[in-house]
């Protein structure tokens, strides 16, 4: 999905959502590439969302706007998603006036060249558990109270060719088998299974 109007894919206004955003490739949008809004039970994974053009557009925004009636976004869970050259942040909270957001689980991620750093909380009201884990954020660290945040690397990690788009980790990557089992998925962003080939799992949405 490239170059249309407004968002890519939306989930909005559904407590009990259900949903499965996956194996996409979203770029180009002056709105978020992904967007959650008012909504619950929603996973998001083995995704590329890349190149947002308004520089508050996230490539992977989870809100909540007035006109959700329960005004909140919970259980969202974001993994294997290449996060690349957005406007804005890779992924990004918002709360337009009131509400909560909670039970956000990031993780195996990959984050470069976002015009406003890896994840940007333009939120302040978080409830349940949420993680961080096992993302790398080329753009610089990420960290917030409300966020249990481990096994996350910060910097360039040995990309193979980020320029060109290739965020698979070259031999020797500070990632490979640097990162948590604990919700870890089974598998990386082209479906290769986790753990492989190492003594551990990668970090980042590439196994190698």
Known sequence: MHDNGEEGIDVKYDD???????????????????????????????????GTKNNTKAGIMLAVEECSSSRKTDDVQVYNNVLANNAAAGLDFWIESSGTISNIHAVNNTFYGNKKGAVGFDADSFGGQNILRNNVYAEGAVSHPSFASDHNLTGDPGFVNPQAGDFHLSDGSRPIDAGSATDAPAFDLENHPRPAGGAGYDIGAYER
Request: glycine share 6%; hydrophobic share 30%.
């Open 16 to 50: 009990n959502a259900q949903a499965k955003i996956h194996d996409n490739v979203v770029t180009g949008k002056p709105a978020p590439n992904i967007y959650v809004d008012g909504s619950s039970h929603v996973q998001i994974y083995n995704n590329v969302s890349t």
